[in-house]
């Protein structure tokens, strides 16, 4: 059975989506020129420059493909301290979707995107 342990976004501006992810997720980033990951246990979440991608694997990226096509998920300890953090975080410019909210599935989410579009949710199981 495949088991997911690393996740990418590739974007056109590495920097901005970099630096918005080092602020959303609050982890240090590591990484090269190009590329960012943060250590989200279980697995590793990237950023990845699609000049730096494209010049690696020898092949282009789509334009549909470059942003605004995935969502991620981000278990949280608590969605209403998340929204009220990130809603302090007015340099960020965040787009929220959806304020924390109870859905029917048991957890609590807030959705938001980052500056290519991709929609994000951070969520809480509820108890």
Same mark, same amino acid.
């Given at each position: 059975?495949?088991?997911?342990?690393?996740?990418?976004?590739?974007?056109?501006?590495?920097?901005?989506?970099?630096?918005?992810?080092?602020?959303?997720?609050?982890?240090?980033?590591?990484?090269?020129?190009?590329?960012?990951?943060?250590?989200?246990?279980?697995?590793?979440?990237?950023?990845?420059?699609?000049?730096?991608?494209?010049?690696? /694997?020898?092949?282009?990226?789509?334009? *549909? #493909? !470059?942003?605004?096509? +995935?969502?991620?998920?981000?278990?949280?300890? $608590?969605?209403? /301290?998340?929204?009220?953090?990130?809603? *302090? #975080? !007015?340099?960020?410019? +965040?787009?929220?979707?959806?304020?924390?909210? $109870?859905?029917?599935?048991?957890?609590?989410?807030?959705?938001?995107?980052?500056?290519?579009?991709?929609?994000?949710?951070?969520?809480?199981?509820?108890?």
């Amino acid at each position: 059975m495949p088991k997911l342990t690393y996740a990418c976004v590739l974007t056109r501006n590495i920097d901005r989506l970099g630096a918005f992810y080092h602020g959303v997720l609050g982890l240090e980033p590591g990484g090269r020129p190009g590329y960012v990951e943060f250590e989200t246990q279980p697995g590793i979440f990237s950023v990845w420059s699609v000049d730096d991608f494209e010049q690696i /694997a020898g092949t282009t990226v789509a334009e *549909s #493909m !470059a942003g605004s096509s +995935i969502m991620l998920e981000f278990e949280v300890e $608590d969605v209403d /301290a998340e929204y009220a953090r990130l809603r *302090s #975080m !007015a340099h960020l410019a +965040i787009q929220f979707v959806m304020p924390p909210t $109870d859905l029917p599935w048991g957890n609590r989410s807030i959705y938001f995107r980052d500056p290519d579009g991709n929609l994000i949710d951070f969520y809480s199981r509820m108890r």
